[in-house]
């Protein structure tokens, strides 16, 4: 189909962005890569006055660090991502999730800050992000606000970005040296998750220190699994370990049903994914 009519801007800074979605009121949209947003578009699920394009502000592309963080623009694409040697040496749990999204073509046009703010609960990279304590950095006309990734994924496709505000970056804490893995299931390749588990820890000697899980497609927003967490510290990785741990899996979660699978179906993937992960994580 063909979208519904709507004006086209492409701002060459962030302030004149805000701008010109405050001026487009509710009925605005923004387009980063386009991945979610066109299909929609051309179906007429949505028809925006306005449509904004990022893509002519170069300063959401760049990715950088200081001490304690890898800072990702908003409009850095998923290839850009995955191949960073900041984010592989810091967040590499952030590049092996970015792998699995979608196909290469998808990957060289579509943003990670597009995908976090579309919300999408089989999206691979709110887990991932959530697991690593992620910061949400959103800019509006009252200035700029950081939102921890905890209180950023609200609802299915809602987020903590309010109306006449743009997300311009994310910060991730990082975790060198850790070992990381995400793992998907899905019915078909370059699909989205029916179910995905994103892990990293910090292991001392053998024995795991800290640790972070977050669950995709297992609920309507992504789910930090603190009861595996839990089960985790303190031991030595192995097999019975990840196993006892992963029956901690289904705390908190509340799985869909639809065409992809069944609820219990997704129950019994989460178990079986997170000890999977934890293993792969663990080496």
Same mark, same amino acid.
């Given at each position: /189909? ?50 904004? &394009? ?16 890898? /800072? ?60 690593? &304590? !992620? ?19 609200? &609802? ?107 609820? &219990? ?14 293993? !792969?994580?663990?080496?």
């Amino acid at each position: /189909m063909i979208p519904a009519k709507f004006d086209y801007v492409r701002p060459g800074s962030v302030d004149e962005a805000v701008q010109a979605l405050q001026q487009g009121g509710e009925d605005a949209k923004i387009l980063a890569g386009g991945q979610s947003l066109l299909p929609v578009l051309r179906l007429r699920m949505a028809a925006p006055s306005v449509v904004i &394009d990022l893509g002519g502000i170069p300063e959401l592309r760049r990715i950088g660090e200081d001490d304690q963080y890898v /800072m990702v623009g908003a409009m850095a694409t998923h290839h850009e991502v995955m191949r960073n040697d900041l984010v592989k040496a810091h967040v590499e749990l952030i590049a092996q999730a970015t792998e699995t999204v979608a196909d290469p073509q998808v990957r060289h046009r579509g943003t990670l800050g597009g995908a976090l703010a579309h919300a999408d609960p089989a999206g691979d990279l709110g887990a991932a992000a959530l697991a690593l &304590d !992620a910061e949400f950095v959103i800019l509006g006309s009252g200035g700029t606000r950081l939102v921890p990734a905890a209180e950023f994924f609200q &609802d299915y496709f809602t987020t903590a970005i309010g109306e006449g505000e743009i997300l311009t970056m994310v910060r991730f804490p990082k975790r060198s040296g850790w070992k990381t893995h995400y793992e998907k299931f899905n019915r078909v390749a370059q699909a989205w998750s029916m179910v995905a588990v994103a892990v990293a820890l910090k292991v001392d000697g053998g024995t795991i220190s800290e640790a972070r899980v977050g669950l995709t497609n297992m609920g309507n927003v992504p789910i930090r699994a603190t009861g595996v967490e839990r089960a985790l510290v303190g031991q030595q990785a192995g097999p019975d370990v990840a196993k006892a741990a992963a029956e901690h899996a289904l705390e908190g979660t509340s799985a869909p049903s639809d065409a992809d699978a069944a609820s &219990d179906y997704r129950e019994h993937l989460a178990k079986v994914l997170t000890g999977r992960a934890v293993l !792969a994580a663990a080496g």
